[in-house]
Nanobody, 129 residues
């Protein structure tokens, strides 16, 4: 069983930076081929932020974070990282790390939370204006 644990959230002022990490224990190559970050603000639906196909390394970003966020993976440590720069108040949300079910890469389903079967408990990011 894969377990995901996020860390690195916090409170920053607009324009600041945060680095989120997701440690994946129990992960093997057969566990899945797409990992990503989602976020959910109060009263809103969970939305995709960024995902990375583990095998090919292809990366996908939501339009709202392109050019500001960077997703990366340290395969040796089974850690997924989200570097967030130029943060805006609208980035305020609970951020979740997730692993997609099955062996497909991210292309077809990276935006769909229902395609991800393993989730961390989340880490809060709050950006003040």
């Amino acid at each position: 069983q894969v377990q995901l644990v996020e860390s690195g959230g916090g409170s920053v002022e607009a324009g600041g930076s945060l680095r989120l990490s997701c440690a994946a224990s129990g992960y093997t190559r057969s566990s899945g081929n797409c990992m990503g970050w989602f976020r959910q603000a109060p009263g809103k639906e969970r939305e995709a932020v960024a995902s990375r196909s583990i095998g090919s390394g292809v990366i996908y970003y939501a339009d709202s974070v392109k050019g500001r966020f960077t997703i990366s993976q340290d395969n040796g440590k089974n850690t997924l990282t989200l570097q967030m720069n130029s943060l805006k108040p609208e980035d305020t949300a609970m951020y979740y790390c997730a692993l997609a079910s099955g062996g497909d890469n991210c292309y077809l389903h990276w935006r769909r939370p229902e395609s991800f079967g393993t989730w961390g408990e989340g880490t809060q990011v709050t950006v003040s204006s």
